[in-house]
T-cell receptor, first 112, second 116 residues
Framework: QKEVEQDPGPLSVPEGAIVSLNCTYS??????FMWYRQYSRKGPELLMYTYSSGNKEDGRFTAQVDKSSKYISLFIRDSQPSDSATYLCAMSAGTNAGKSTFGDGTTLTVKP | DVKVTQSSRYLVKRTGEKVFLECVQD?????MFWYRQDPGLGLRLIYFSYDVKMKEKGDIPEGYSVSREKKERFSLILESASTNQTSMYLCASSSRTSRGRQETQYFGPGTRLLVL
């Protein structure tokens, strides 16, 4: 079983919808949680970064971490066609040279 | 802005060739990483380095080696390319503060390697 499991998708939503992307994990040592966005044929770019449990909001994006349930989510409000991309969750224990464990990614398409 | 650059966007090589993929970061980051990304398999860590001349195996190091002679540069070497090494290769870097706090990884644009 993988340390990080991500809802596989693909996900297709109409413009303006609220999108929920989710990951679960098994390693209780993880304490840093990241979401990356990857456009087609590009490298991943950091979208959100959270330390420990709680919520973090940045514009239309909200990252949520529930360490007791080992569950993290990324919410996108008022989704736009430009949000169409693959979203990767990533987690780290903060040791071992910053090595992170990534989910396999969820591909999102927002239709105009 | 952090910038991670990779020497080639697209590369075509023949089976058995020695292949060098170069990665350079301009933010004085201590840590550097090489991944490959394949459909359905996600990002898989090949090697990483936490200091000059230091390297550690990731999850799939077989068939690869790395070199880090300078802090800003991390090279991935395919000693004898094989068709199953056709993939998207991604380099990343991250810093570590003096308190040991984890910093996020910054990725390069990727190199699409095709081995014929």
């Amino acid at each position: 079983q993988k340390e990080v499991e991500q809802d596989p998708g693909p996900l297709s939503v109409p413009e303006g919808a609220i999108v929920s992307l989710n990951c679960t994990y098994s390693n209780s040592a993880f304490q840093y949680f990241m979401w990356y966005r990857q456009y087609s044929r590009k490298g991943p770019e950091l979208l959100m970064y959270t330390y420990s449990s709680g919520n973090k909001e940045d514009g239309r994006f909200t990252a949520q971490v529930d360490k007791s349930s080992k569950y993290i989510s990324l919410f996108i409000r008022d989704s736009q066609p430009s949000d169409s991309a693959t979203y990767l969750c990533a987690m780290s224990a903060g040791t071992n040279a910053g090595k992170s464990t990534f989910g396999d990614g969820t591909t999102l398409t927002v239709k105009p | 802005d952090v910038k991670v650059t990779q020497s080639s966007r697209y590369l075509v090589k023949r089976t058995g060739e020695k292949v060098f993929l170069e990665c350079v970061q301009d933010m004085d980051h201590e840590n550097m990483f090489w991944y490959r990304q394949d459909p359905g398999l996600g990002l898989r860590l090949i090697y990483f380095s936490y200091d000059v001349k230091m390297k550690e195996k990731g999850d799939i190091p077989e068939g690869y080696s790395v070199s880090r002679e300078k802090k800003e540069r991390f090279s991935l070497i395919l000693e004898s390319a094989s068709t199953n090494q056709t993939s998207m290769y991604l380099c990343a870097s991250s810093s570590r503060t003096s308190r040991g706090r984890q910093e996020t990884q910054y990725f390069g644009p990727g190199t699409r390697l095709l081995v014929l």
